[in-house]
T-cell receptor, first 111, second 113 residues
């Protein structure tokens, strides 16, 4: 089983839709969790960290479920500019701070 | 936050040659990471470079093929040696402190003919 798994998609949604991605992780001792956005031919950039109590940033909501070992990202009122690949990342656990990335979920928002 | 620059941004190389990629960070960091990302694929960690010690390589990557230098806390190089077309990829330098977020350089797009 891979350490961090994501559905690669693509998720193809119309503008204004709500879309959610999940990411499962295998190391129960993981300490920190992140969502990154990667545009085509660009480097990944942090979208948001994921906190235990859940957190929101505008149209984006991130949740952590430690019991089931997954994190989620919810995007409301999708915009064309949200089209990108979304990578989850997990860090910590066992004293290692080497990040583990999922393979990314591709989102396409169409008019 | 950290600002990372990489050189070159892209290169086209002949098979059998070597290319050294430079990564410069605007602040001192303990751990620097080198990733490879092939078209449409996920990030693959090549190695972790700590200042003052040898790099730690992930399974499938060896020092002879990807020698790494880490002369100080703000700089690292990755060399792709004896290149073949299979080495065509984007190579990304990354830094992160402890359990915090990772920052990435803009990447080096390598094409091997």
């Amino acid at each position: 089983r891979k350490e961090v798994e994501q559905d690669p998609g693509p998720f193809n949604v119309p503008e204004g839709a709500t879309v959610a991605f999940n990411c499962t992780y295998s190391n129960s001792a993981s300490q920190s969790f992140f969502w990154y956005r990667q545009d085509c031919r660009k480097e990944p950039k942090l979208l948001m960290s994921v906190y235990s109590s859940g957190n929101e940033d505008g149209r984006f909501t991130a949740q952590l479920n430690r019991a089931s070992q997954y994190i989620s990202l919810l995007i409301r009122d999708s915009k064309l500019s949200d089209s990108a690949t979304y990578l989850c990342a997990v860090k910590g656990g066992g004293g290692s701070y080497i990040p583990t990335f999922g393979r990314g979920t591709s989102l396409i928002v169409h008019p | 936050s950290a600002v990372i620059s990489q050189k070159p941004s892209r290169d086209i190389c002949q098979r059998g040659t070597s290319l050294t990629i430079q990564c410069q960070v605007d602040s001192q960091v303990t751990m620097m990471f080198w990733y490879r990302q092939q078209p449409g694929q996920s990030l693959t960690l090549i190695a972790t470079a700590n200042q003052g010690s040898e790099a730690t390589y992930e399974s499938g990557f060896v020092i002879d093929k990807f020698p790494i230098s880490r002369p100080n806390l703000t700089f690292s190089t990755l060399t792709v040696s004896n290149m073949s077309p299979e080495d065509s990829s984007i190579y990304l330098c990354s830094v992160g402190q402890g359990a915090g977020e990772q920052f990435f350089g803009p990447g080096t797009r390598l094409t091997v003919l």
